[in-house]
Nanobody, 123 residues
């Protein structure tokens, strides 16, 4: 069992940066691949980025490539999503999710989900 808590969201202006955190707790939390997803108002949830449990492999959506960086600090059981050059279209609730196998863009393959953190980017 893994519990996930996101933090770091808030209000930003276009061009700003934010760093989201996903704190994982549980006896084997560091053994999970972590994915970030987001859901904009009126839209379905979409993949943003994912990282393998040892951090060797990372994956990004096309919209995240070049602007977002996913990383993990297993000493702190925390995965980060550094976001730069934010755009109004990045406005969404951001969720982190964990799965006990390799990272994937397919959200239904993640076993555990956090409650989400709101990111709002104004123009």
């Amino acid at each position: 069992q893994v519990q996930l808590v996101e933090s770091g969201g808030g209000l930003a202006q276009a061009g700003d940066s934010l760093r989201l955190s996903c704190a994982a707790s549980g006896p084997t939390a560091s053994h999970y691949a972590i994915g970030w997803f987001r859901q904009a108002p009126g839209k379905g949830r979409e993949f943003v980025a994912a990282i393998s449990y040892l951090g060797q492999s990372t994956y990004y959506s096309d919209s995240a490539k070049g602007r977002f960086t996913i990383s993990r600090d297993d000493g702190k059981n925390t995965v980060y999503l550094q976001m730069i050059s934010l755009k109004p279209e990045d406005t969404a609730v951001y969720y982190c999710a964990a799965r006990s196998y390799g990272p994937t863009m397919v959200q239904k393959e993640y076993q555990y989900w956090g409650q989400g953190t709101q990111v709002t980017v104004s123009s």
